[in-house]
Every structure is written in structure tokens, then in C-alpha cells.
């Protein structure tokens, strides 16, 4: 760490964290052999560079990327949080080659799945980044740069001492809010029905979003491809609940 601008010759600043929990625990799992070289010959392609703030998974302020230079086009962005293995994005992009997509993870073995996946399937629309996500919303991402965000099956921190690490929570929305284009689309899901309604409740008293469906749920969203989080969900007899919500002025 830098030395603080008053601090005496030699001496280091005090570490600084997060003013925030985050909504992830970074657990150091090893990676495979083939994730180890899918990292070391596929990041150049598929990485983006976050500049680092205090931690690990930090995007220092000021780091904005443009949009048009890292995918080398102007085309519609998909941003989704929490790719994970990288199955419902490498899909979408694979099946979706006039718009742009962005995955944000923070662990490191998903985002080597995810880059192995990207190269056997010829992707080229693709990039991921290893960061928090509410401070790539905030820091990297230009405001109103996407056309939609994927929020698919969060961890839900399901025990009440941990619901304060949800990422869909108040301030959620003015981030997501922020990236997003007029009349954009922000898209969840989740198998968790009180996180299910927590996030409907936090997007319905936002004046920045409205809801883009009927009903009490929105319906499956048909480009959100099958993967072993919702599988879970549904062997353990939970509900599936979609939801959907148009950027707005407000």
C-alpha cells in the first residue's frame, strides 16, 4: 500500500478494506491442470484488466473501460454477475454473435471453465473480469453501456445472520441502474423464494426500474440456458422465480 499523504518518512499507511460485506467468500481452490493452462494461454484474449482499489477482487476508481475498444465494435452488452462455470454466457454468446458480453466472477477456476468453454466454441464476442461485481458496475463499466444485466441464481445467504451479503439489496439497484441504457433490461433469477421476493421488493421501490412483466413472476427467461444451479433448485422442490425490469429515467 501507498503511504498516506501525512504519514512520517518510511512508514505505511494502515491496510484498508471494504466499508461494505461482500456478497462472496473467496475460497482458494486449486484449479485443474487445464484450467491452469487455459488461464495462462486464453487470459490474453478473454481477460479484461481490472486496476485493483484495496483487495484482491477491488476496481480502482477511475478505470473505466470503453466498450468499443475491448470488443473492438459497438454492439449491444450483455452483462451478467456471477457467471460461475460460465454455461449460460459461453451459450449466449455462442448463439448471440451481434451483441457483446461481459462476465463477472471472482473465482478464478469458473472464469478458466468459462475461457476453456469460450475457445472450443470459437467465441469471440466474449470477455470476463475478476471483480466484485457492484464495483464493476460502479468503476468499469461506462454509465448506460448495457442493454441488459443477468443476475442468475445469486448466492442467496440464506441463513438470517448472512442476508446482509446479498447482492441484490438497496443499493443494488442505482448500480445496475447506472450501467444500464434507457429502457434496458435487467434480468434475475433465483430458487430461493424470500431472496425471490426481497429482490422484487427492492426493484419495485426503485424509481429507476419498472417491471417488464405480469403477474405475480415474470416467465423462464428462454436465453437463460439450463445449468446445475437451477437443477438444484428443482430436485430440492424449489420454485424457480424469474423477474425482469426496464431501465427508467427517473
Do not use: C
Given at each position: 500500500?501507498?503511504?498516506t499523504p501525512d504519514a512520517a518518512p518510511g512508514a505505511l499507511a494502515a491496510p484498508r478494506f471494504r466499508d461494505k ?62 457467471s460461475g462455470q460460465g454455461h449460460a454466457i459461453v451459450h449466449a454468446a455462442s448463439t448471440t454473435p451481434d451483441r ?151
Amino acid at each position: 500500500m501507498p503511504d498516506t499523504p501525512d504519514a512520517a518518512p518510511g512508514a505505511l499507511a494502515a491496510p484498508r478494506f471494504r466499508d461494505k460485506p461482500v456478497s462472496f467468500v473467496r475460497r482458494s481452490g486449486r484449479m485443474s491442470d487445464g484450467q491452469e493452462r487455459a488461464w495462462a494461454e486464453l487470459s490474453p484474449t478473454y481477460l479484461l484488466d481490472a486496476p485493483r482499489d484495496a483487495a484482491a477482487t477491488s476496481v480502482l476508481p477511475g478505470s473505466t473501460i470503453d466498450p468499443a475498444v475491448v470488443w473492438g465494435r459497438r454492439a449491444p452488452l450483455v452483462v451478467e454477475i456471477g457467471s460461475g462455470q460460465g454455461h449460460a454466457i459461453v451459450h449466449a454468446a455462442s448463439t448471440t454473435p451481434d451483441r457483446d458480453f461481459l462476465a463477472v466472477e471472482v473465482f478464478k477456476a469458473g472464469l478458466a471453465r468459462t475461457m476453456l468453454d469460450a475457445d472450443r466454441a470459437g467465441v469471440q464476442n466474449l470477455r470476463l473480469v475478476e471483480a466484485n461485481a457492484p464495483e464493476v458496475l460502479e468503476h468499469l463499466l461506462p454509465a448506460a453501456s448495457a442493454a441488459e444485466v443477468w443476475v442468475f441464481f445469486p448466492d442467496p445467504w440464506h441463513k438470517n445472520k448472512h442476508t446482509k451479503r446479498r447482492l441484490v439489496a438497496p443499493d443494488f439497484a442505482p448500480l445496475a441502474a447506472r450501467v444500464l441504457a434507457s429502457d434496458g433490461t435487467l434480468r434475475l433469477a433465483t430458487d430461493w423464494e424470500d431472496y425471490a421476493r426481497q429482490m422484487r421488493d427492492v426493484l419495485d421501490a426503485s424509481p429507476l426500474f419498472a417491471r417488464a412483466f405480469a403477474g405475480e413472476w415474470a416467465d423462464r427467461f428462454e436465453g437463460r440456458v439450463m445449468t446445475a444451479f437451477e437443477r438444484k433448485g428443482i430436485r430440492a422442490g424449489r420454485a424457480i422465480r424469474d423477474l425482469a425490469y426496464r431501465r427508467v429515467d427517473g
